[in-house]
């Protein structure tokens, strides 16, 4: 079965055509400045090719996918129809999808109405997969896959706020998290990895990139994730805050005369290691600045590392164990120096970090030695899999 992995963005749309009988990547690519003026790239195999072209909405750019999916020289399928289905990436599905699900009209509806915890991201996913229907026909079954789908398990007492709870029940303001089909989808590697059930682990997966997130599953289900109401929630980030006094944002505002609707924006972009450091917002950087003796580049990379041991420590406490730490996403699968820190500031556990084994790159494996009471893992995530293992079980199952 060959599945569309779809991921559209304001300006953007990026995509994966994926063999489920192998999992093997066909070809990939992305359209850029959609509705601005227009630039594509499309990979297939060791074939490539990059170029401008005009693309002012989402249908321009899926006709021009489907054109390079089935190109004499850049094509991978011969024709339109071996694609079974398309799987959507969608950033905020609510309480509305708890699970991912196949479209039909009503419920592109509800995924409309949901704009309003997702403004940029979801209205440009919905005409996505209208963009696909348009092209591609009604027959072709459209799936989203939601990152807050994983974490719609987590009890109240972790996802509620404490404040009126009308703010809940009339404008469904609570933790929805982010990165859930990672977080699943490594959580399922490690049980798999270890031989085991995942109803048998305690397991805290710490998806660490840009954008960070922890999240603590028991018996294969989130029971809390750091990332809250929004994305800006939890740990400190390339450019976000994480969690900070709510009491700092009135004082700020009134002190830099910041004008409401400009908050959010500082919040996002102009705050966590780059805004602590005056440095950057990539690890890479820091590390080469810390190096140098840049105190505040230090700082910010000591600061991280905190956080995530703190996160660790609570999410163990809420589960009443630990079997397992998994790390993944650009800082987790790529910083080994940063692992081993964490990994020795937690050696209270039992930890016993395999050095050699940290230090390898790429591979989905432990980097604990056997005899480690917790286990550590690093999982390559692979959100698009997901996705389309998602869809392939949806499209089976219809
Ligand atoms: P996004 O959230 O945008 O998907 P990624 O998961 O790609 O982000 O993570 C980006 C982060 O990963 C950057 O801060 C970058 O410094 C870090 N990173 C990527 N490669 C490496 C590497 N080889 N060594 C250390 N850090 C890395």
Do not use: W
Request: glycine share 10%; proline share 4%.
């Amino acid at each position: 079965m060959k599945i569309l992995v779809v991921n559209a963005g304001s300006s953007s749309l990026k995509y994966q055509l994926i063999d489920m009988d192998d999992r093997s990547v066909m070809a990939k690519g992305q359209c850029e400045r959609i509705t601005v003026d227009g630039h594509f790239k499309h990979a297939a195999g060791d074939k490539q090719t990059e170029f401008d072209i005009a693309l002012p909405d989402h249908k321009v750019a899926i006709e021009l996918v489907l054109k390079y999916l089935t190109d004499a020289e850049y094509g991978v399928i011969g024709d339109m129809s071996e694609i079974a289905a398309v799987g959507h990436r969608i950033v905020n599905g609510g309480e509305v999808f708890p699970e991912s699900c196949i479209m039909d009209e009503e419920k592109i509806r509800k995924l409309e109405a949901l704009t309003e915890f997702a403004p940029l991201h979801n209205p440009p996913a919905v005409t996505g997969i209208r963009a696909c229907i348009e092209v591609m026909g009604e027959n072709v079954p459209q799936i989203c896959v939601f990152d807050t789908s994983f974490h719609q398990t987590m009890p109240k007492e972790a996802s509620v706020y404490a404040i009126p709870y009308k703010y809940y029940t009339d404008y469904g303001i609570r933790r929805f998290g982010a990165h859930g089909t990672s977080h699943k989808y490594v959580a399922g590697e490690c049980a798999r990895l270890m031989g085991k059930d995942p109803k048998d682990l305690k397991i805290v997966t710490c998806h660490l990139g840009n954008g960070s997130s922890i999240t603590a599953v028991d018996g294969g289900k989130c029971i809390d994730t750091s990332m809250g109401f929004t994305p800006l929630a939890g740990l400190l980030m390339g450019t976000r805050c994480g969690d900070i006094d709510p009491a700092i944002l009135p004082f700020i505002m009134q002190k830099d005369n910041i004008p409401v609707e400009e908050i959010g924006d500082f919040l996002n972009k102009k705050c966590g290691v780059l805004g602590l450091s005056g440095v950057s917002s990539d690890f890479r950087d820091l590390e080469a600045a810390a190096k140098e003796g840049n105190e505040r580049a230090a700082l910010a990379l000591n600061m991280f590392n905190y956080q995530v041991k703190k996160f660790i420590g609570a999410y163990m406490a809420a589960m009443g164990g630990l079997d397992a730490i998994v790390f993944t996403a650009g800082i987790g699968e790529n910083n080994a120096v940063m692992r081993k820190q964490i990994c020795e500031e937690l050696s209270f556990l039992g930890i016993e970090v395999d050095d050699a084994k940290n230090a390898e790159r790429g591979k989905a494996q432990e980097i604990t030695k056997p005899t480690s009471r917790v286990h550590v893992f690093v999982i390559p995530t692979n959100e698009e899999l997901a996705i389309a293992l998602d869809t392939e079980y949806l499209v089976r199952n219809a």
